[in-house]
C-alpha cells in the first residue's frame, strides 16, 4: 500500500511539474530580458524561427499591409506593393538585427527609459516578485496545451490592452522553448483595427 501511494505521489507531483513548467519558463524568459541575461535567452528561445514568425505581424501593424496568410499583395494597388516590398524589408532588417538574445534586452532597456522619462510610468522593478508574477497573471489572454509538446500563451501588451502577443513552446527534452512569436491587435467594436500608440 505504501509503494502505491509512493508511486501516486510521485506520478502527481510530475504531472503538477508538467503542467507549471511552460509557466514558468515564460516567467523565467521575462526576467532574463529584464535583466539583460543574453545566455539564458539564447538557450530558451529558437531565434531564426521566432524570426520568421515575427517579422510579418509587426510589418502588419506598422505598415498596414495585408496579412500575408490571409491576403494576396498582387491585387493591391501601388502604394499597397510599395510598403509591402520596401517596408517589409526595412521590418525584416530590423527584425534580424534587434531580435537577438542582445538586441531583445536592449530594446527592453529603451522601452523602459522611455516609460521612466518620457511617460513618467512607474518603476516596476521596485515591485515584489510577487506583485510582478499577479501583474504578469493578469494581462494573460489564453494559455493552452495544443498537444503533449507544445504550448500556446497569448499575453496582453503591459501599455496597450488591445495589443496581444501571441507565443508558443515546444517541448525539447526537459526544457520548454520557444518556436513563435506574433503580435496581434485586437478589434475594436466597428472591426477596424486598433493603432499602435
Known amino acids: 500500500m505504501k509503494r ?17 513548467a511552460p509557466f514558468a519558463s515564460a516567467w523565467w524568459i521575462r526576467e532574463a530580458v529584464r535583466n539583460g541575461d543574453a545566455a539564458y535567452l539564447e538557450n530558451k528561445i529558437d531565434w531564426p524561427a521566432v524570426r520568421v514568425t515575427l517579422a510579418p505581424t509587426i510589418g502588419k501593424l506598422i505598415l498596414d499591409v495585408p496579412d500575408p496568410d490571409q491576403a494576396p499583395v498582387t491585387g493591391a494597388g501601388l502604394w499597397q506593393r510599395f510598403k509591402v516590398y520596401m517596408g517589409q524589408g526595412a521590418v525584416n532588417r530590423a527584425v534580424e538585427s534587434y531580435v537577438t538574445p542582445e538586441g531583445l534586452t536592449k530594446l527592453f532597456n529603451y522601452r523602459k527609459m522611455y516609460r521612466d522619462y518620457v511617460a ?30 507544445t504550448f500556446e500563451i497569448d499575453m496582453a501588451d503591459k501599455i496597450d490592452p488591445d495589443r496581444v502577443y501571441l507565443a508558443k513552446l515546444a517541448l525539447e527534452g526537459i526544457n520548454w522553448k520557444v518556436k513563435e512569436l506574433r503580435i496581434k491587435t485586437l478589434t475594436t467594436a466597428n472591426n477596424t483595427p486598433a493603432k499602435f500608440l
Not at 4 to 19: D, M
Not at 121 to 149: G, N
Open 4 to 20: 502505491l501511494l509512493f508511486r501516486a505521489t510521485l506520478l502527481t507531483l510530475a504531472f503538477a511539474a508538467y503542467i507549471a
Open 120 to 149: 513618467g510610468q512607474p518603476d516596476e522593478s521596485k515591485l515584489t516578485v510577487t506583485d510582478r508574477m499577479k501583474r504578469m497573471w493578469a494581462r494573460v489572454k489564453r494559455a493552452e496545451f495544443t498537444s503533449l509538446t
